[in-house]
């Protein structure tokens, strides 16, 4: 039976040595005298490590204090010099007595095991950093839309978001959206693939292509879901300029085919007119021509206003006159609707540097904006729209204030876009993106306050010396300054 044990002892596939209370080994097997020769008699901090004194957390020393196992990982320097990695594991000899003789030392070569670590950390390093720099947005999120995991162009573009619902990081959102990618990829497991609208941590406004998928665990189940994002907003910016010129002539086809008929009319009348010699009926016709050729240049001049740029006619502005006839023109609206309006201008308003024609076709889109604001809005017994004017060096102020149906956050940051309408199939989405981009040729500013249900306030400045176009410095404002505010 000894003969056995001691062939075991002898061909065991590890490293198996006895060591004494001097920590002097007196016993090493066939695989020990192979890799570090004949070193009986020597200390095993000598043979194992080259070194001069004892290791430190020795655990032969710990067996012989408490005669427990104790076990480690080392690093051994065998006889030609070559490192090998081990887990160690010792456990006490005793004597009849059960007294501890002896320590038994077992060193299991992990060097295969460490080589494949490092591999497998180098692989989730390469991970770590394609998932990093990729140029793309990518986050990954859990079975409650928390963000758990995100990229750096993710962090530069949305902010620090990590731990909080997408929702509220890619659309600042207060509750999940309608149709929900990442939950249906939940449900099913199946990847998919959407457009979106996602608003930065600047308010700036995103066109991305989504794709999410799902991320399994060892049962099988999903236990996350990676949604990467990719930036195509120069696309459909493109996309949209040339689809704005071709709504904004199909918007205008029936009318355009309206005035070739009356000048058809006209024509017909002058022609008749002379052959009849009738002068009177000559010139009513010659004025039908004129109105007819003086609206057709007039639509043909919005159409290339609003397809492209085109330079400011600037002249002085005169506000009073402006605004009142604009309220004028609106009066019989707002009354069909029910609805109050409050024109506000002091007589000595003054002037300010501006393309008239295109000003009043700016406060026309906010104002009945904000009209059918209140038009949509059923939870409140009695509207009204209060329009004012202002001069507050160095601007020309103009307000619009309504008590209407207001708009929560991700609207606001929309309302200028272009396309963007909520309002359905009632809105086309040029209106306020076409005041937008008039405000800003006159190096104005134009901002919205507004809270659902509470109504909204347009503040635009335009400046009162000609300068080009910029984006001066926000001025706050406050909701308690809205109609069905605290004040007015």
């Known amino acids: 039976m000894a003969e056995r044990f001691e062939q075991y002892f002898e061909q065991m596939p590890c490293y198996l040595s006895v060591h004494d209370r001097d920590f002097r080994i007196i016993e090493g097997n066939r695989r020990f005298r192979d890799d570090f020769g004949d070193r009986i008699g020597d200390k095993c901090f000598a043979v194992y490590k080259h070194r001069d004194e004892i290791c430190p957390d020795c655990p032969v020393e ?3 204090a408490d005669g427990k196992s104790h076990g480690s990982e080392q690093l051994l320097t065998t006889q030609h010099g070559s490192e090998t990695p081990v887990m160690v594991h010792t456990t006490p000899i005793r004597d009849d007595q059960g007294e501890i003789t002896a320590v038994l030392e077992m060193h299991a070569d992990v060097s295969k095991i460490k080589a494949l670590e490092a591999k497998l950390g180098r692989s989730r390093q390469q991970l770590s950093e394609l998932f990093e720099r990729v140029p793309c947005y990518l ?3 859990g079975p409650d839309l928390v963000i758990q995991h995100a990229n750096g162009a993710f962090r530069d573009t949305f902010g620090a978001s990590v731990g909080d619902q997408c929702f509220r990081a890619y659309k600042h959102r207060d509750e999940q959206c309608l149709v929900c990618p990442a939950k249906a990829v939940f449900e099913d497991g199946k990847p998919r693939h959407h457009e979106e609208v996602l608003t930065t941590a600047t308010g700036d406004r995103l066109n991305v292509i989504c794709t999410t998928s799902p991320i399994t665990g060892a049962d099988g189940e999903v236990s996350a879901v990676i949604e990467m994002s990719t930036d195509i907003t120069q696309m459909r910016q493109l996309q949209s300029q040339l689809t704005s010129i071709g709504l904004l002539v199909g918007s205008i086809s029936h009318g355009i085919k309206g005035l070739l008929t009356g000048l058809d009319g006209g024509i017909y009348m002058v022609n008749t007119g002379f052959e009849k010699k009738k002068p009177e009926r000559v010139k009513k016709g010659w004025d039908m021509i ?9 639509m043909v001049l919005d159409i290339l206003y609003y397809a492209k740029d085109r330079d400011l006619d600037v002249t002085k502005v005169d506000v009073a006159e402006l605004v009142t006839d604009l309220g004028e023109q609106l009066t019989k609206k707002a009354s069909d609707l029910d609805i109050a309006l409050d024109v506000e201008v002091a007589s000595d308003v003054g002037t300010f540097p501006g393309d008239v024609k295109a000003t009043r076709a700016m406060l026309l889109n906010v104002l009945e904006n904000s009209l059918e604001a209140c038009r949509a809005d059923r939870n409140k017994s009695s509207h009204r729209v209060k329009f004012a004017a202002r001069r507050a060096d160095p601007w020309m102020v103009f307000e619009v204030e309504d008590n209407g149906i207001g708009m929560d956050q991700e609207t606001r940051e929309k309302v200028f876009s272009l396309f963007f309408s909520s309002k359905g199939i009632q809105g086309t989405g ?3 993106f076409i005041s937008n981009k008039i ?3 006159h190096g104005g500013s134009i901002k919205v306050d507004s809270q659902p249900g509470r109504g909204s306030r347009f503040l635009i400045r335009l400046p009162l010396e000609a300068r080009p176009s910029t984006k001066p410095d926000d001025h706050e404002l406050t909701m ?3 109609p069905g505010g605290t004040s007015n």
Request: no cysteine; glycine share 8%.
């Open 430 to 432: 040029l209106g306020l």
């Open 480 to 482: 308690g300054q809205l």
């Open 290 to 298: 004129q109105r007819n050729v003086h609206r057709i240049r007039s």
């Open 62 to 64: 710990m067996t012989f």
């Open 139 to 141: 986050s990954v999120q």
């Open 439 to 441: 405000v800003d040729k």
